[in-house]
């Protein structure tokens, strides 16, 4: 009987078995079998004699056929200190199936390494060989090594491949950037570059396409120029080229960025930078206003800096009621009140009994049973401003003032069509002795008996009218004498009838005024206008509107001789009186002014200090010059509106002004670092 000797994988003998019995032999590859089809562990058995021969025994025949025939596994034996001696580990699946078919891992190389050899020679023996023809044999003796089944399943694959490349947002990209005209071929050629070009995955090696340096692909490896990839440091320099040009790229505003900025504009808010941290805190909330359970413990000014914002974007609902109404409140102000109906009115009283201050605008659902709901609790009332509360009774209204008129402070009612006639008037002014602050605008049932009824109140101190029936000038003058001693603010618009006479009341009954409207009128004369501010006994004052005070006679552009409304001569002396003190301006529609009077105003030497806001819109008169007079003379400017200004062009607005009117105005504001510009850089520039 032959000895069995065990070898390992390199063939180097590892020992001698002893013979062993046939039964043992069986019992012994019993527990080989197991183990080498588990993979757990594999030896390798070999017998001395590999060639089959008549001679060999049982034993023999039964280990060959236990064993594939090419298998050369390691069989552990006795350990006896020897380095070869060693124990592998499991092999992979492809390695076992290789095996078992007996391929050769050598056998593939040296045939690879054989035809690259074959095609070196046959490339130098032609040396004027065309290379495109040396790839094609090369991919011919490749695609000879295919079977027919791969390569119908390598084609498969690839038209696949190359109709989802077709899809694909970069062929859409690639394909328009190509010349027009091409045939529809090109399609195919464009894909299956793309296809050649194909992205390598992470980790694989790759050669920079600027640098040409091998580098380890990774998810953050960037694109080229040409489409191939980067490495690490081309992919820096290539980002900071890309940022260094969009800096020297002039930004786009875009269409929705340029209509909040005229929105801004209108608002007369300019701001450069960033906004404040508290404006930025507001805007979010309101923003986010669906989300919000409650303010906590805001102050009065922030929840009514949220209320305008939230009542501009129209979201007052009865939810969002809820986050202003607190019981330690003593005002609430809502703008917009267009989604309130009766109970959530009724709420306010509820939730907010100490409340002083009302004011509600377009509450067009507050009627009657709010009033009654008020009028039974001990609601001590001091301010109310109700818009277009149509829906309350001329009746409720005298229940009303019979009952909380002597609280009373501050009334300031407007669009009201329904109710408020002359005999409620009446009644305001028997039960509301107090009233201190009154406005009545666009009430369109108020006459001259509603007028002569207001001149018996002595305690006024803030008056506002605009009517739409017509006012006999007597009754105005009646009221102004009776109220003016005491007035601090008179605003009358739309007395279209009032006369001189009305202005030279003013000027000897009105001695403590701040702010002067009287606007839409074309009775008044130029003469008038330079009278009252001419040796006037009361102070300058801030706040001035004139506007439309002008001759309606548009077949005569001029005016007549003697010019009616406001004209050179008024602004002259208004300019004399209040320009010192003077914060706000509002002369549109006064066409009578003429250039002359703008130039002496306006100087470039005068100087405005505290004036703020201009509003020169429809006088034809000013031009550019006027304009960067405008902008000398007023330190303090932040706001000049100029409609129909069609003189004005190539105006340099300087910083944190806001140029209303003037069309592409934005487009040439004038940036100077974090400071404000000198104005007198304007008149240098232009000519004046």
């Known amino acids: 009987m032959r000895e069995i000797t065990a070898v390992n994988v390199d063939?180097?003998?590892?020992?001698?078995?002893?013979?062993?019995?046939?039964n043992e032999a069986n019992n012994a590859c019993d527990q080989i079998q197991p183990n080498w089809v588990t993979n757990a562990r594999i030896f390798a058995v070999q017998l001395s004699s590999l060639g089959a021969s008549s001679q060999d025994t049982p034993l023999e025949r039964l280990f060959r056929s236990s064993l594939p025939q090419a298998a050369s596994v390691t069989m552990s034996g006795q350990r006896n200190g020897n380095a070869s001696n060693r124990i592998r580990g499991p092999q992979s699946a492809l390695t076992d199936y290789l095996a078992s078919h007996n391929i050769s891992a050598a056998q593939i190389r040296d045939d690879a390494d054989r035809r690259r050899q074959e095609a070196a020679d046959h490339a130098a023996a032609n040396e004027g060989a065309d290379e495109g023809a040396e790839n094609g044999a090369i991919k011919e003796e490749e695609a000879r090594e295919?079977?027919?089944?791969?390569?119908?399943?390598?084609?498969?694959?690839?038209?696949?491949?190359?109709?989802?490349?077709?899809?694909?947002?970069?062929?859409?990209?690639?394909?328009?950037?190509e010349k027009d005209g091409e045939p529809d071929g090109d399609e195919d050629n464009i894909a299956w570059d793309m296809f050649n070009k194909a992205t390598p995955l992470p980790g694989q090696l790759e050669n920079c396409e600027l640098c040409e340096k091998r580098f380890t692909v990774t998810p953050y490896s960037k694109t080229g120029p040409d489409g191939g990839l980067l490495c690490a440091k081309c992919s820096k320099e290539q980002r900071v080229e890309k940022k260094s040009d969009q800096k020297a790229k002039k930004q786009v505003v875009s269409k929705?960025?340029?209509?909040?900025?005229?929105s801004n504009l209108l608002d007369g808010l300019v701001g450069n930078g960033?906004?404040?941290?508290?404006?930025?805190?507001?805007?979010?909330?309101?923003?986010?206003?669906?989300?919000?359970d409650e303010f906590g413990d805001l102050p009065e000014s922030l929840l009514h800096r949220l209320s305008q914002i939230l009542s501009k974007k129209r979201v007052v609902t009865s939810r969002t009621l809820d986050l202003f109404l607190k019981p330690d409140l003593d005002t609430v102000s809502i703008y917009d009140c267009s989604k309130l109906e009766v109970d959530d009115y009724i709420k306010i009283f509820a939730f907010v009994p100490q409340v002083r201050t009302l004011n509600l605008r377009n509450a067009g659902q507050f009627k009657d049973e709010v009033f009654d709901y008020l009028l039974e609790r001990d609601i001590r009332l001091e301010s109310l401003q109700l818009e277009a509360a149509n829906l309350v009774s001329d009746k409720k209204w005298c229940e009303f003032f019979e009952k909380k008129g002597r609280a009373l402070e501050s009334l300031k009612l407007a669009w009201l069509d329904y109710s408020m006639d002359d005999d409620t008037v009446s009644q305001l002014v028997k039960h509301c002795p107090n009233l201190r602050r009154l406005k009545l605008k666009k009430c369109f049932k108020l006459g001259d008996g509603a007028v002569e009824a207001l001149s018996t109140l002595t305690n006024l101190e803030h008056l506002s009218l605009r009517l739409t029936l017509p006012i006999p000038t007597p009754q105005i003058v009646a009221l102004v004498e009776s109220s003016g001693p005491k007035l601090r603010t008179l605003s009358l618009e739309n007395f279209e009838h009032a006369d001189d006479s009305?202005?030279?009341?003013?000027?000897?009954?009105?001695?403590?005024?701040?702010?002067?409207?009287?606007?839409?009128?074309?009775?008044?004369?130029?003469?008038?206008?330079?009278?009252?501010f001419t040796e006037w006994s009361n102070p300058p004052l801030a706040f001035i509107d004139l506007s439309s005070t002008r001759d309606i006679d548009y077949t005569n552009p001029k005016g007549p001789e003697e010019p009616t409304g406001l004209a050179s001569e008024g602004f002259k002396s208004l300019m004399t009186h209040s320009g010192a003190l003077l914060e706000s301006l509002d002369i549109s529609s006064c066409r009578h002014i003429q250039h002359a009077a703008f130039a002496e105003v306006f100087d470039g030497m005068k100087q405005y200090p505290f004036l703020k806001d201009i509003n020169l819109s429809f006088i034809t008169t000013v031009d550019t010059p006027i304009v960067a007079g405008i902008f000398k003379c007023c330190p303090?400017?932040?706001?000049?509106t100029a409609f129909c200004c069609f003189n004005v062009k190539d105006v340099l607005v300087p910083e944190r002004v806001a140029l209303i009117?003037?069309?592409?105005?934005?487009?040439?504001?004038?940036?100077?670092?974090?400071?404000?510009?000198?104005?007198?850089?304007?008149?240098?520039?232009?000519e004046f």
């Not at 089944?149 to 899809?167: F, S, V």
């Not at 805190?281 to 986010?288: D, G, H, L, Q, S």
């Open 636 to 640: 303090k400017l932040a706001k000049l």
């Open 146 to 177: 295919e079977t027919a089944e791969q390569i119908k399943k390598r084609k498969r694959q690839e038209a696949r491949t190359i109709a989802k490349i077709k899809q694909s947002k970069g062929f859409k990209k690639r394909k328009k950037a």
């Open 661 to 686: 009117g003037v069309p592409n105005a934005h487009d040439s504001i004038v940036q100077s670092g974090g400071g404000s510009i000198n104005a007198g850089e304007f008149l240098s520039a232009m």
């Open 502 to 532: 009305v202005l030279e009341t003013i000027h000897n009954s009105c001695t403590r005024l701040s702010k002067l409207r009287f606007t839409e009128n074309d009775f008044a004369t130029d003469a008038g206008f330079a009278a009252l």
């Open 274 to 292: 960033s906004k404040a941290l508290l404006e930025l805190c507001v805007e979010k909330v309101a923003n986010n206003i669906n989300d919000v």
């Open 11 to 22: 063939g180097a003998e590892s020992g001698t078995l002893h013979p062993v019995r046939h």
């Open 256 to 262: 929705d960025r340029r209509r909040q900025f005229q």
